[in-house]
């Protein structure tokens, strides 16, 4: 969809208040939403979903500051990593950040989320345990620069750090993740 | 093989992956707060600041901060009002910039 389609759309709902419009954003987007957020907690998909739809409500609930500077999934994106980072807290507040559970996949959410994918499930269960390897910010740097393909200004722009801490932490990420899939025998 | 053409291998699947809807954006839709609530909202804010400055116009709020500041001025402030008031200062503040942190959040693109 392209961004002056967006933007005809943003506008139906904001001037008109028509919902269709933002149903046909939902689903458009739907898709690259949830993907983002099920790398982040690592394939649970009801958690994801949950925060997907907290994405969605909030974006409905905000759309009329949506500038069009850059494109409605960046934008919806910048969102999902705000509920995302939000979620963390809260949970770290609850519990102690060494029995954090949002940094190891849940066997329940791999589980449930093998119907949802057009991907192999061992695939899948591989990506998510390689991504668990890294930590939360290296996990956000790296999955949205080599899964949705953002720049690194892009990606300081959705997650608000400088433009030097993303490279850090792509670096690190990236040599954390290569060790990790040598000793696996993914060089092979 | 580097290390990028590794990840670059790795994650090629996963930049394909689509997430089937399967009822989500059915779901979100139907949790969209209506327009009347929104109105509603909205109009009960204004109506609960409209009777804010009527009580404290009827009232003559004014003088009871120009009593305070007079008071507070006059009375030499004991250590723990000192700290009551900085802490009261220090909530405004930071509720102050959790408002305008919120709002960036969403205005920045």
């Given amino acids: 969809m392209g961004r002056l389609n967006d933007i005809a759309l943003v506008t139906q709902v904001t001037v008109f208040h028509n919902k269709r419009a933002f149903d046909q954003l939902v689903r458009e987007y739907q898709s690259p939403v ?18 997907a739809q907290d994405t969605f409500l909030k974006a409905y609930t905000h759309l009329s500051q949506y500038r069009g500077t850059s494109s409605f999934l960046t934008w919806l994106t910048r969102i999902a990593y705000n509920v995302w980072y939000d979620y963390c807290r809260s949970e770290k507040a609850k519990v102690n950040s060494d029995q954090f559970p949002v940094g190891v996949p849940s066997a329940e959410g791999m589980a ?22 890294l930590k939360e910010d290296e996990r956000t740097c790296i999955t949205l620069q080599l899964v ?22 792509l670096k690190r990420g990236k040599d954390k993740l290569a060790n990790y899939l040598r000793q696996n025998g993914y060089d092979r | 093989m580097t290390d990028d053409q590794l990840l670059e291998k790795f994650f090629q699947t996963a930049r394909q992956m689509e997430v089937a809807d399967n009822g989500f954006s059915d779901r979100v839709m139907q949790h969209i707060p209506n327009e009347r609530t929104l109105k509603l909202s909205r ?6 600041i409209f009777v804010a400055v009527v009580l404290f116009v009827v009232f003559r709020g004014w003088d009871i901060i120009v009593y305070g500041l007079v008071m507070m001025v006059n009375t030499p402030p004991t250590s723990q009002q000192l700290l009551t008031f900085v802490a009261s200062i220090g909530v405004i503040g930071l509720l102050m910039l959790y408002e305008v942190i919120g709002r960036e959040r969403y205005s920045a693109l």
């Avoid at chain 1, 949830?34 to 958690?47: I, K």
């Avoid at chain 1, 449930?112 to 390897?133: E, G, H, I, P, R």
């Avoid at chain 1, 720049?151 to 993303?166: F, K, L, Q, R, W």
């Avoid at chain 2, 109009?43 to 609960?48: G, N, R, V």
């Fill in chain 1, 148 to 169: 949705d393909g953002y720049a690194i200004d892009e990606i300081a722009n959705i997650t608000n750090m400088p433009a030097g801490t993303v490279k850090s932490h």
């Fill in chain 1, 34 to 51: 949830r993907r983002f957020l099920l790398s982040q907690t690592m394939g649970n998909e009801a958690l994801s979903d949950d925060l």
């Fill in chain 1, 112 to 133: 449930v989320s093998s119907s949802l994918f057009t991907l192999q499930s061992s695939l899948k269960t591989d990506l998510y345990t390689a991504l668990a390897t």
């Fill in chain 2, 43 to 48: 109009m009960w804010t204004a109506f609960c």
